[in-house]
């Protein structure tokens, strides 16, 4: 059974610094991996997509990796900024099509 | 291109009642999944439609039911409701399979009291 899981729940992290996010999932055979951001009682708003083929995706201060081998994702973000605060998912597309979401961590960009 | 809909935005019902979701896709999208939101639990995935057929289930009670119609246009019911029941119901829209990109709507919040 997949477990997808998201450390640390909680960051807070001064402006401009860069830092990452970790996505750890059990089980290699995925079809894919997407990361979201969620600000609060919203929807969730996608923000790199990883097909199982790639190493990496990246959108503007934005890199995504994927290590299927080891089970890991990383989110890089680049020069955080305060409207960066939100909360921030992983998501594992599996191939038995059902699609498992970690708890996210919740990121605190401090002015 | 409108993005993914859905109505009501929010709803309060009293426990033992049933309520109906609605959920739009963006157009050409043929695959819907719906997935349950709390505070402890997270993202639940709830069930997936494509083409107006049920195509995945998540681990969730029988009260629990949907369907899809041939617009694509997806509706989710929830009958006896619980207050347990009280979440945030996020449907997402992709192209085709669960392999593609899944873009979410801003979610139902409904209240049980």
């Known amino acids: 059974k997949q477990e997808v899981t998201q450390i640390p729940a909680a960051l807070s992290v001064p402006e401009g610094e860069n830092l990452v996010l970790n996505c750890s999932f059990t089980?290699?055979?995925?079809?894919?991996l997407q990361w979201f951001r969620q600000d609060p009682g919203k929807g969730l708003t996608s923000l790199l997509l990883i097909q199982s083929s790639q190493r990496e995706q990246t959108s503007g201060r934005l890199n995504a990796s994927l290590d299927k081998s080891s089970g890991r994702s990383t989110l890089y973000i680049a020069a955080s900024q305060p409207g960066d605060s939100a909360t921030y998912l992983c998501a594992v597309g599996n191939r038995d099509d059902k699609i498992i979401f970690g708890k996210g961590t919740r990121l605190h960009i401090l002015p | 291109k409108a993005g993914v809909t859905q109505t009501p935005r929010y709803l309060i019902k009293t426990r033992g009642q049933q309520v109906t979701l609605s959920c739009s896709p963006i157009s050409g999208h043929r695959s819907v999944s719906w997935y349950q939101q709390t505070p402890g639990q997270g993202l639940q995935f709830l069930f997936e439609y494509f083409s107006e057929t049920q195509r995945n289930k998540g681990n969730f009670p029988g009260r629990f039911s949907g369907r899809q119609f041939s617009n694509s246009r997806s509706e989710m019911n929830v009958s006896t409701l619980e207050l347990g029941d009280s979440a945030l119901y996020l449907c997402a829209s992709s192209l085709d399979r669960t392999d593609f990109e899944q873009y979410f709507g801003p979610g139902t919040r409904l209240t049980v009291t």
């Open positions: 089980d290699s055979a995925i079809y894919n």
